[in-house]
C-alpha cells in the first residue's frame, strides 16, 4: 500500500522516537516539581523550546508548546484577539482558504464577543496579495492571520511581503505553519505568532508549538497551575517537546536535498496525470507550491470515488484536509478560489512523505490515477 497523504499525518520517525524514549521513562518527572526528577524534566524542557525557537527565529520566552496545530491556532488567534479587544481593536482579518481551527476560532469570537471579521480575498491559485492585505486592514484590526502554505492545494504565500503590509499598518501577523514546517525556512518570516504541529513532520500526535513574539499581549486560553509562563496552563509533555525540536532540526538539515527531490517527482507525476487524463486540472499555484504536495479536480468524476478506486489499487490519498473528511459540502478553498461547488467536489489530493521514492513512481502512479478515474467514469 502507497501511503500518499502526508499532510494530515506522517509516520513517527526512528530518529524522533529514540530522542524522545528517554523522556517518556527514565527522566519522567513534572518539570514544574523542585526536586531532582522535575529539574531533569525541566532542564530538557528547557533545551527543546530553545531548540524549536533557533528554527522559528524566535526568543526562547516566545515558544509555548502545545498539544498540536489545532490548538496553537486557536491560542494565537482567540488570544491575541482577546487581548487588544481591551485596547478598542476589535476586527479581524483572515483568508477564506485558511484552516478550520483558524476560520472555527474567528467564528466564535464573532459570536461570542462581537469581533467584526474580514476576509482577505485569493486569486484563482490560492493567492493572497499585498494589495488586497492592505485594503482589508483597518485602524481598529486586532491580528491578521495567514497560513504560509495550503493544507489542501499547496499554495505558498509569500509572507515576508504580507508581513511587512501588516507591520506597516501596526498590525500583528499570526502565520499557521502547519503544513509549511519542514519543507520552508520559517525563521525569516516576519511573523508575530507562528503555528506548528509536530504530527506533520514525524513526531507523535499531540504535540504543537506555538511561538509568540514577546511584544505581542497574549490572553491565555487554559488557566491553571500557569506553565509556559503563564500563557498555557498545564503539565507539559517534555517527551514531546524533545520529539518536536528533534524532528524539526531533522528536517532543516534535509530540507534542501529533500525538496529539490520531491519536487522533481512531483513534477513530473503531475505532468503525467495531465497528459493521460483529459479531465484533470491542477489546483493551487504551478510554481509556488510545496514540493510533495499534488491536488487535482478531475471534472465530471466524483473525487470520494476515483479515491476509493485508488485504495483497491493500492493507492492511498485523501480529497482534501482531513478535519474536513466526511462532510458532503465542497472545499472552502476551492470555493474561494471560484472553483464551481460541483467540480470542487471532485478534487483528490496527492501528499509525499520525505522518504526517497524509485525513480519511476510518477509514471507508474500517474497511470493507476488515469486507470481509477476512467474506471469511475466508465463503471
Request: net charge negative.
Amino acid at each position: 500500500m502507497l501511503y500518499l497523504d502526508h499532510a494530515a499525518t506522517s509516520p513517527v520517525r526512528p530518529e524522533v522516537l529514540d530522542a524522545m524514549r528517554p523522556f517518556l521513562a527514565g527522566v519522567f518527572g513534572n518539570p514544574s516539581s523542585h526536586h531532582t526528577y522535575g529539574e531533569a524534566a525541566a532542564s530538557a524542557l528547557d533545551e527543546a523550546r530553545a531548540r524549536v525557537a533557533r528554527v522559528l527565529g524566535m526568543r526562547s520566552g516566545d515558544v509555548i508548546f502545545t498539544s498540536g496545530g489545532t490548538e496553537s491556532n486557536n491560542l494565537a488567534v482567540k488570544g491575541i484577539v482577546l487581548a487588544a479587544l481591551a485596547r478598542g481593536r476589535g476586527h479581524l482579518v483572515v483568508s477564506p482558504i485558511e484552516h478550520e481551527s483558524i476560520l472555527e476560532s474567528a467564528d466564535y469570537l464573532h459570536r461570542f464577543h462581537g469581533v467584526e471579521v474580514s476576509a482577505a480575498p485569493v486569486d484563482a491559485l490560492g493567492r493572497i496579495s499585498a494589495a488586497a492585505l492592505t485594503e482589508t486592514l483597518r485602524e481598529d484590526t486586532a491580528l491578521a492571520v495567514i497560513g504560509h502554505a495550503n493544507n489542501e492545494i499547496g499554495t505558498i504565500q509569500d509572507v515576508p511581503s504580507l508581513a511587512a503590509v501588516a507591520r506597516d499598518a501596526g498590525v500583528p501577523l499570526h502565520v499557521d505553519a502547519v503544513q509549511s514546517a519542514g519543507w520552508l525556512p520559517l525563521s525569516d518570516l516576519g511573523a508575530d505568532a507562528i503555528a506548528v504541529a509536530g504530527h506533520k513532520i514525524g513526531t507523535p500526535k499531540g504535540i504543537g508549538v506555538l511561538g509568540v513574539r514577546g511584544r505581542v499581549a497574549l490572553e491565555p486560553l487554559m488557566h491553571g497551575g500557569g506553565q509556559e509562563r503563564g500563557r498555557r496552563s498545564g503539565t507539559e509533555n517534555v517527551a514531546g517537546a524533545v520529539a518536536l525540536a528533534t524532528a524539526l532540526e531533522l528536517a532543516e538539515a534535509e530540507r534542501d536535498e529533500v525538496n529539490a527531490r520531491l519536487s522533481a517527482s512531483t513534477g513530473r507525476f503531475i505532468e503525467v496525470v495531465q497528459s493521460l487524463v483529459p479531465q484533470a486540472s491542477l489546483t493551487g499555484d504551478p510554481v509556488a507550491r510545496l514540493p510533495a504536495t499534488a491536488s487535482f479536480t478531475f471534472t465530471g468524476v466524483s473525487g470520494e470515488a476515483v479515491l476509493l478506486e485508488l485504495e483497491r489499487r493500492g493507492v492511498v490519498s485523501s480529497s482534501g484536509s482531513a478535519c474536513a473528511a466526511g462532510s458532503d459540502e465542497p472545499s472552502h478553498v476551492l470555493l474561494a478560489c471560484g472553483v464551481s461547488p460541483a467540480v470542487a467536489q471532485t478534487s483528490v489530493r496527492f501528499t509525499f512523505g520525505r522518504e526517497a521514492l524509485p525513480s519511476d513512481l510518477p509514471e507508474r502512479l500517474g497511470a493507476l490515477v488515469a486507470e481509477s478515474v476512467r474506471a469511475v467514469a466508465h463503471p
